[in-house]
DNA sequence: ATAGGGTTAG
């Protein structure tokens, strides 16, 4: 029992972990019930498993300490290894004298949701109730919010509405804050007009305020419906509510979203006539939404024109800036505003940075976009997930697929860890060349995936053990297909 | 606690 050993051996030497009785856990493990069978468990995932099992210690610890803020880091930890936070959560879980606290249960819902989908989401919910090993009674209202969502996003929004329509049940208030919540998922989801029947059915019982009214404008301006945002504005103001600055803001990208580039304009213009406080973000969606439909030109006249009437451009204008030139013009007139808010003292954030390097990947210039990588430390900003995917996206296509791999090797080692697209783009590169060596790469990177919770596509599997086939290799074949019929990814009416 | 500008390939 490999796995028994690691955690006497770490619990042993960290300290941080010599609170919780260890006979009890080991005892908790010898009869198992309940758990996943451990004897299947890499060498990775029991290491994993011990990193979480401190994690979550002190996550309960920090929230003890100070309830509002997270360990931000750790949290991000745990959502790589979804299958070993799963497991540990269940191992704490049957100790008598452990409880999970509210953010603990947060975090571990949405985590199962990713991986299990929305199966066990009621459960959390009324045992997280129920338990009376936790003293914090109530879920947190975020809980709520993350349930919605993933409900929603599995195509069933009417539990999300049910789950909220008994959210007193569970300890929790129904107020106009989760009203809100739970009509933002909906529309983020372009169920817009399920959220509008909602809202018109309860909107007098929560006292919809302005920003019930706004999430539910950007709605329909999210699925091109700008008259009915339009709409619910004069409703707003019928009713005597002030429409503010973000509802103007978010009409006007309503209409540059749409391609109402003409009635964007002129809304923009009725904005200025009104005397309405335009500010940084008004300016920045009409720069966007010029660039997104290619006008250039009137994208740059928008930008310059700010100044003069006293609104110092952010970084965000910056970068829509930067972007409508990558896109529309060239890197090298994006990168000579670059440096030029650079100049300025602006110190580039990462969205900036992948903008430009995005820009410059798809010239081609990758030593450019390298050295910008590299220079991003320096503004003390990291690499994040998007340019790590973008700069290893662009090396496949061109078949430098070592360079992506050392990229890639970088990330595994760094804080920022590889996702599923991150999987998806290195492994399909290898099947392009058709290499033995790179086969078995291919087949080790699946290996990990699974290990850290992601769901390999049906093809995937079949791809690697093709190619394993084809190449001789049998054994490594068998592997994969047991990995597959594990995940549930087998082909249909297929027995091992 | 809830909304609110800028990043994603073909």
């Given at each position: 029992m490999r796995l028994q050993s690691y955690l006497s051996k770490t619990l042993s030497k960290n300290s941080q972990c010599q609170t919780i009785n260890q006979n009890n856990l080991l005892?908790?493990?010898?009869?198992?019930?309940?758990?996943?069978?451990?004897?299947?468990?890499?060498?990775?995932?029991?290491?994993s498993i011990i990193n979480l099992f401190i994690c979550f210690r002190q996550i309960n610890a920090t929230v003890q300490d100070n309830p509002t803020g997270l360990g931000a880091a750790r949290l991000r930890l745990c959502y790589t290894h979804s299958i070993a936070a799963l497991y540990v959560f269940f191992i704490l879980f049957r100790l008598a004298h452990h409880y999970h606290w509210a953010?603990?249960?947060?975090?571990?819902?949405?985590?199962?949701s990713e991986v299990r989908g929305t199966k066990h989401l009621t459960w959390y919910i009324t045992f997280h109730h129920k338990n009376i090993y936790m003293p914090p009674p109530r879920p947190h209202p975020k809980t709520f919010a993350i349930?919605?969502?993933?409900?929603?996003?599995?195509g069933k929004p009417d539990r999300a509405v049910k789950v909220f329509l008994s959210m007193h049940k569970h300890g929790c208030d129904r107020n106009l804050c989760a009203f809100n919540m739970l009509l933002d998922v909906l529309c983020k989801s372009k169920r817009v007009e399920m959220a509008f029947d909602l809202f018109r059915a309860f909107r007098g019982r929560f006292r919809a305020d302005v920003v019930s009214y706004n999430i539910i404008a950007n709605g329909w301006c999210l699925i091109k419906r700008t008259n009915r945002a339009l709409?619910?504005?004069?409703?707003?103001?019928?009713?005597?509510?002030?429409?503010?600055?973000?509802?103007?803001?978010?009409?006007?990208?309503?209409?540059?979203?749409?391609?109402?580039?003409?009635?964007?304009?002129?809304?923009?213009?009725?904005?200025?006539?009104?005397?309405?406080?335009?500010?940084v973000v008004t300016y920045t969606t009409v720069v966007h939404g010029f660039g997104v439909v290619g006008e250039v030109e009137k994208a740059r006249r928008v930008f310059d024109d700010m100044v003069k009437e006293g609104c110092l451009p952010s970084v965000a204008t910056y970068t829509a800036l930067i972007q409508v030139l990558c896109k529309k013009s060239s890197v090298e007139?994006?990168?000579?505003?670059?440096?030029?808010?650079?100049?300025?003292?602006?110190?580039?954030?990462?969205?900036?940075?992948?903008?430009?390097?995005?820009?410059?990947?798809?010239?081609?210039?990758m030593e450019k976009a390298m050295e910008l990588m590299g220079r991003m430390k320096d503004d003390e900003?990291?690499?994040?997930?998007?340019?790590?995917?973008?700069v290893?996206?662009?090396?496949?296509?061109?078949?430098?697929?070592?360079?992506?791999?050392?990229?890639?090797?970088?990330?595994?080692?760094?804080?920022c860890l590889p996702n599923l697209d991150?999987?998806?783009?290195?492994?399909?590169a290898m099947f392009v060349r058709k290499k033995a060596d790179d086969l078995l790469v291919a087949g080790k990177l699946l290996i990990e995936m699974v290990d850290r919770g992601f769901v390999p596509r049906r093809f995937i599997f079949n791809r690697i053990l093709n190619g394993l086939l084809l190449t001789g290799n049998q054994w490594f074949a068998k592997e994969i297909l047991r990995l597959q019929s594990q995940s549930g990814r087998l082909p249909r009416h297929f027995k091992l």
């Amino acid at each position: 029992m490999r796995l028994q050993s690691y955690l006497s051996k770490t619990l042993s030497k960290n300290s941080q972990c010599q609170t919780i009785n260890q006979n009890n856990l080991l005892k908790h493990l010898q009869d198992g019930n309940n758990s996943p069978q451990q004897d299947n468990l890499s060498e990775q995932l029991s290491a994993s498993i011990i990193n979480l099992f401190i994690c979550f210690r002190q996550i309960n610890a920090t929230v003890q300490d100070n309830p509002t803020g997270l360990g931000a880091a750790r949290l991000r930890l745990c959502y790589t290894h979804s299958i070993a936070a799963l497991y540990v959560f269940f191992i704490l879980f049957r100790l008598a004298h452990h409880y999970h606290w509210a953010n603990s249960f947060l975090v571990i819902i949405d985590i199962s949701s990713e991986v299990r989908g929305t199966k066990h989401l009621t459960w959390y919910i009324t045992f997280h109730h129920k338990n009376i090993y936790m003293p914090p009674p109530r879920p947190h209202p975020k809980t709520f919010a993350i349930v919605f969502e993933r409900y929603v996003a599995a195509g069933k929004p009417d539990r999300a509405v049910k789950v909220f329509l008994s959210m007193h049940k569970h300890g929790c208030d129904r107020n106009l804050c989760a009203f809100n919540m739970l009509l933002d998922v909906l529309c983020k989801s372009k169920r817009v007009e399920m959220a509008f029947d909602l809202f018109r059915a309860f909107r007098g019982r929560f006292r919809a305020d302005v920003v019930s009214y706004n999430i539910i404008a950007n709605g329909w301006c999210l699925i091109k419906r700008t008259n009915r945002a339009l709409e619910v504005l004069r409703e707003m103001v019928e009713r005597g509510l002030e429409p503010t600055i973000s509802t103007y803001n978010l009409m006007l990208k309503g209409y540059f979203r749409a391609g109402q580039v003409k009635q964007g304009w002129e809304f923009f213009l009725k904005m200025k006539k009104r005397g309405c406080e335009i500010d940084v973000v008004t300016y920045t969606t009409v720069v966007h939404g010029f660039g997104v439909v290619g006008e250039v030109e009137k994208a740059r006249r928008v930008f310059d024109d700010m100044v003069k009437e006293g609104c110092l451009p952010s970084v965000a204008t910056y970068t829509a800036l930067i972007q409508v030139l990558c896109k529309k013009s060239s890197v090298e007139d994006a990168l000579v505003v670059f440096e030029e808010m650079v100049r300025k003292g602006y110190v580039p954030n990462t969205t900036t940075y992948n903008v430009v390097i995005r820009g410059l990947c798809h010239s081609g210039k990758m030593e450019k976009a390298m050295e910008l990588m590299g220079r991003m430390k320096d503004d003390e900003c990291e690499p994040n997930i998007q340019t790590y995917n973008v700069v290893i996206r662009y090396f496949c296509d061109a078949g430098e697929v070592e360079k992506g791999m050392e990229l890639f090797g970088k990330m595994r080692s760094g804080e920022c860890l590889p996702n599923l697209d991150t999987y998806n783009v290195l492994m399909s590169a290898m099947f392009v060349r058709k290499k033995a060596d790179d086969l078995l790469v291919a087949g080790k990177l699946l290996i990990e995936m699974v290990d850290r919770g992601f769901v390999p596509r049906r093809f995937i599997f079949n791809r690697i053990l093709n190619g394993l086939l084809l190449t001789g290799n049998q054994w490594f074949a068998k592997e994969i297909l047991r990995l597959q019929s594990q995940s549930g990814r087998l082909p249909r009416h297929f027995k091992l």
